[in-house]
């Protein structure tokens, strides 16, 4: 098993800049998720530590050793590709046992280590089958063995769910992450599905436009996102952004919103006046009479334990996620409260969080 | 509601009634009665007797003889009744099916010599554009390559024209390199030619064959060239048979360039059947012999990869 350090990471091809020198450590036995929308550079980074591609710039490396020119073969890591990739002219064994071919392993040996893999996959029964009659579950099952067999020092993982129907991926997560508790390899995820990344990753990076914007647990990036970007995309409905002007002081624990205050963590440097946003997760949203920001419902998602109200307001809509047994109606004017210990404040212009007591501890990509 | 499927199923356009069907069945076998009527009609030609083959009316039902196959064969010189009579009894049966046309031979005939030609040249070149049009196409579908679409667009371009329209500026480099009339010089000519049809074709197929094997092979420990030979290949097969099949085709048949620069040597089956003469003539039975010969290794050849045809050119239909 690996440490897998990324260093000034670049890769342009002719004109377009996919991947604009990011910087991070992959600890040992970490279960890394790189999550952003496509287009975002997260698989071309994933290839660049495979050696499927070579980096404009930069370095990679592994355990300490620099393998940023080396051939994929001679990195000893594993690649699980979104469309599984099985050989079609090889049956399932076959599949499975082809790394330790490549490596010209003896065929006794061959066959015993097919068969510890598709025992701890469950997929013993398969192994003289054809690729090609298999279900979707059990082509991935397939696809984790041949990348489980040779133990490499690291997995790494293309979107590898992407090809199941919904139900089932909820299913392949559970094993997935179940999986990587049992053998303990560093695993580098790549997906644009926030549920998978939150649901199995340690640590999560976000890549945006070629760049990480922000690394962090499940908990930190969903909880602190460093910027409106992050913000946005972590959270599904995502974080409402509420738009005003003013300036802030370090130390206040209330802003200027429009024409009233409304209380926000403590606020730990100091701002001239600018264009900012407060950033608010639609659950800590709630109808009270009293509310200082005022609107009217628009529509309701009923999702059964929660439903999503859609609000109008001043300032633009809002969605609020409100236990199912509240009683909503379409067009009547309600107020609205914040949880005011977990909102979020941004610098409209650079996106940036702006520092508060909620943020200590995080890390900017 | 079942019932109501299955009855709009009973009514697509893919469930033909029984009459479609005959219907379909008695075309499809008229039309192999058309195109095989000709080839029927050359292999029982080569059964004939010299006079039953330019019999009129032309005579369906005759008196099988090997006369044609012996006199593509065979040189034979014509003798006089009584020195015939003087000779030791024949030997063989066909020194005796020769005697009886007051003839004795006097050797083998070229065919076998031109027969090998073909099949050298023929599957020597096909081989060759098959390789070298592999490769390419593997490189230009995987690579990026400066300058890719007008490399591509180069290579298409040598077929824009009929190749016999550069017959001489050919005649004439192959004088001065001494290729005239060598296998080497029509393997290289035929390869020339076909390459440009195998890279096309080729590069569909392999376009079509996800990255993902390769990639995974090349993670897995494989050399690029393994990965290819290995992986890639494997899946190209039906692509690889119908390219060789067309290739094959055209060396085969090819007729011009053989007739120009082949006469001796290295001369091919195509040039050499329109001139087997016989005495006062063509030798219709001896040239149908002939040409029955040369049909059957292209048929051997397809029919021992027609499982992959099919597919192959229904497929991997050029696309960009």
Known sequence: ?365 | MTAAVARSTAHSIVDASPRIKAFAGALVILYALITILPLLWIVATAFKSQSDAIAYPPKVIFEPTLEGYVNLFTVRTRQTPDFIAKLPPPETWYDKLVRKHDMVIAGPSKVVPRFVNSLIIGFGSTFLAVFLGTLAAYAFSRFRIPLADDLLFFILSTRMMPPVAVAIPIYLMYRQLNLTDTRLGMILLYTAVNVSLAVWLLKGFIDEIPREYEEAALVDGYTRLQALRKVVLPQAVTGIAATAIFCLIFSWNEYAFAVLLTSGEAQTMPPFIPFIIGEGGQDWPAVAAATTLFVVPIVMFTVLLRKHLLRGITFGAMRK
Do not use: W
Request: neutral net charge.
């Open chain 1, 1 to 365: 098993m690996a440490q897998i350090r990324i260093e000034y990471l670049r890769k342009s091809f002719d004109q377009f800049t996919a991947v604009e020198g990011s910087t991070f450590t992959i600890d040992d036995g970490t279960f890394f998720a790189l999550l952003g929308p496509s287009g975002c550079g997260k698989t071309t980074t994933l290839r660049m530590i495979a050696g499927l591609e070579l980096p404009t710039e930069g370095k990679i490396l592994l355990d300490g050793e620099d393998v940023t020119f080396h051939r994929a073969a001679a990195r000893d890591i594993a690649f699980v590709f979104q469309l599984f990739a099985l050989y079609p002219h090889m049956n399932v064994g076959q599949n499975i046992g082809f790394p330790l071919k490549c490596q010209g392993m003896a065929r006794h040996e061959i066959r015993e280590r097919v068969q510890e893999t598709a025992r701890m996959l469950r997929i013993e029964h398969l192994l003289s089958s054809k690729t090609a009659k298999l279900s979707g579950g059990d082509r991935q099952r397939v696809a984790l063995g041949r990348a489980m067999v040779r133990r490499p020092k690291a997995f790494l993982m293309d979107e590898p769910l992407g090809a199941l129907d919904a139900e089932f991926r909820h299913l392949m997560c559970g094993e997935l992450r179940d999986l990587h508790d049992r053998i303990k390899a560093t695993t580098v995820y790549v997906t644009h599905d926030q549920l998978e990344a939150m649901s199995m990753a340690d640590q999560i990076a976000i890549m945006n436009k070629g760049r990480v914007e922000q690394i962090g647990t499940p908990q930190e990036v969903y909880d602190r996102p460093a910027c409106m970007f992050v913000a946005d995309f972590i959270g599904s409905p995502s974080m409402n952004f509420l738009h005003f002007e003013g300036g802030l002081r370090s130390g206040d624990r209330a802003i200027n919103f429009h024409d009233t205050r409304l209380a926000v963590p403590e606020i730990r440097e100091d701002r001239a006046s600018a264009a900012l946003a407060l950033g608010v997760r639609p659950e800590h949203i709630r109808f009270a009479d009293a509310g200082s920001v005022r609107g009217e419902v628009f529509g309701a998602e009923y999702l059964g334990t929660t439903q999503i109200v859609t609000i109008d307001t001043a300032y633009g809509r809002v969605a609020a996620r409100l236990p199912s047994s509240a009683s909503v109606r379409i067009g009547e004017t309600v107020g609205l409260e914040f949880n005011s210990d977990r909102l979020s404040l941004f610098d409209a212009g650079s996106g940036l969080a702006i520092r508060t007591a909620r943020e200590e501890g995080m890390r900017h990509g």
